[in-house]
């Protein structure tokens, strides 16, 4: 399995809609991850958190199921301004010794009227 | 803040020539990463830097690229000779600490176009 892995999409959905994503992970020490967004020809952006416990900002709702390696990134009431592509980030493993997280390729996400 | 902020936001040179590309992070932060996005390979993280020191060049695809941080408010990244094959967005990111992920601001990235 790759260190990171998330389906390229893209998720094409009407306004109003729910839209989830995945994210696959190898390294299971891993003990918080992220998920950013990236507006076209614009820089990556921290979107939240996914801690054990999960984590909740308004639409969004991004839970990390530990025993199967993956995190998701639940989008409520899509809006026309969701559209981007979705990255997870896989931080380091603590005992690694490496401080360097991974980028997965990310998932397009397109919300139509 | 200003953000990170990189020059130039777009290059377009011929092959052969040499480029430089810049990259001043957010004060205060002490981690600085060049990172390179393209279709086929997403991000890919080239160098990083940790008080003002390189920690991990490994990322770097070749002798061709090298990169600098003389002091805490700046770096550059230059390819010498460029070839077309580097056309890319190369993104400096910083952060406070190596924190694994969490808090890295991007700056608004260079697209480079090698003819």
């Known amino acids: 399995r790759k260190e990171v892995e998330q389906d390229p999409g893209p998720f094409n959905v009407p306004e109003g809609a729910t839209v989830a994503f995945n994210c696959t992970y190898s390294?299971?020490?891993?003990?918080?991850f992220f998920w950013y967004r990236q507006d076209c020809r614009k820089e990556p952006k921290l979107l939240m958190s996914v801690y054990s416990s999960g984590n909740e900002d308004g639409r969004f709702t991004a839970q990390l199921n530990r025993a199967s390696q993956y995190i998701s990134l639940l989008i409520r009431d899509s809006k026309l301004s969701d559209s981007a592509t979705y990255l997870c980030v896989v931080p380091p493993p603590a005992s690694g010794g490496s401080y360097i997280p991974t980028f997965g390729r990310g998932t397009s996400l397109i919300v139509h009227p | 803040d200003a953000g990170v902020i990189q020059s130039p936001r777009h290059e377009v040179t011929e092959m052969g020539q040499e480029v430089t590309l810049r990259c001043k992070p957010i004060s205060g932060h002490n981690s600085l990463f060049w990172y390179r996005q393209t279709m086929m390979r997403g991000l890919e993280l080239l160098i990083y830097?940790?008080?003002?020191?390189?920690?991990?060049d490994s990322g770097m695809p070749e002798d061709r690229f090298s990169a600098k941080m003389p002091n805490a408010s700046f770096s550059t990244l230059k390819i010498q000779p460029s070839e077309p094959r580097d056309s890319a967005v190369y993104f400096c990111?910083?952060?406070?600490?190596?924190?694994?992920?969490?808090?890295?601001?991007f700056g608004s990235g260079t697209r480079l176009t090698v003819v």
């Open positions: 990111a910083s952060s406070l600490g190596l924190t694994g992920g969490h808090g890295y601001t």
């Open positions: 830097f940790n008080n003002n020191v390189p920690i991990d």
């Open positions: 390294n299971s020490a891993s003990q918080s």
